[in-house]
């Protein structure tokens, strides 16, 4: 069974620039969310995406978008980047039959440094 | 609005101590779910239990146990014997449930508590 997976592990921005970041779920898994994580601080949920729309979403703004495909993967689509996006970007799947409270597995992250 | 309160930010002990990580939670909705998670060095969180708002058994897996009090909103994390493979940063976290919208169930977390186990 694959884990969840993130790409690229590392990248570097400035700031204005808009940046990609990609996930791919767990085998078995139809739900994934994304996470901001600061450095010292716990993680703060952006997005959820289930069945390819998003249906839950944190304290953040437009410029923070994303897609989940037919497979299940996703993406996290970030414009305009400022200084405060550096963090670690976490990617979680989970497999949802409509409600919540479902165990979440989440992948290594990518680090994101706007300079 | 809902809050995870990890009011210890780092502890320090040797190994086969035993170290109680406290969790302190705030919701308005009946039914929830209760998460420990843990972040060795390497970034990635790792899944340790999942409780849901209307079972407060203890329970126990190995060295790992934890106690969930409904009455004080607590959901605290005991390793018994330390070692020092469980030095790392651990979460708790909140999950609302929601019947509506797909059950949307992002995750509320504390800012965790750094757990050093010294040889």
């Known amino acids: 069974e694959t884990g969840v997976t993130q790409s690229p592990t590392h990248l570097i921005k400035t700031r204005g620039q808009q940046v990609t970041l990609r996930c791919s779920s767990q085998?078995?898994?139809?739900?994934v969310s994304w996470y901001q994580q600061a450095l010292g601080q716990g993680p703060q949920f952006i997005f959820q995406?289930?069945?390819?729309?998003?249906?839950g979403r944190g304290n953040f703004p437009p410029r923070f978008s994303g897609l989940q495909f037919p497979n299940y993967s996703s993406e996290l689509n970030v414009n305009a980047l400022e200084l405060d996006d550096s963090a670690l970007y976490l990617c979680?799947?989970?497999?949802?039959?409509?409600?919540?409270?479902?165990?979440?597995?989440f992948g290594p992250g990518t680090r994101l440094t706007v300079l | 609005a809902q809050k995870v309160t990890q009011a210890q930010t780092e502890i320090s002990v040797v190994e086969k101590e035993d170290v109680t990580l406290d969790c302190v939670y705030e919701?308005?909705?009946?039914?929830?779910?209760l998460f420990w998670y843990k972040q060795p060095p390497s970034g990635e969180l790792v899944f340790l239990i999942r409780?849901?708002?209307?079972?407060?058994q203890n329970e126990i897996s190995g060295r790992y146990s934890w106690n969930f009090q409904k009455s004080t909103s607590s959901f605290n994390f005991t390793i018994t014997a330390s070692q020092v493979v469980d030095s790392a940063v651990y979460f708790c976290?909140?999950?609302?449930?929601?019947?509506?919208?797909?059950?949307?169930?992002?995750?509320?977390f504390g800012k965790g508590t750094h757990l050093i186990i010294q040889p």
């Open positions: 919701t308005r909705d009946t039914t929830y779910y």
């Open positions: 085998s078995g898994h139809n739900t």
């Open positions: 409780r849901n708002s209307f079972d407060e």
């Open positions: 979680a799947s989970s497999f949802s039959s409509g409600r919540s409270g479902n165990e979440q597995f």
């Open positions: 976290a909140l999950s609302e449930v929601a019947d509506s919208g797909g059950g949307a169930d992002g995750l509320t």
């Open positions: 995406y289930y069945r390819e729309e998003e249906n």
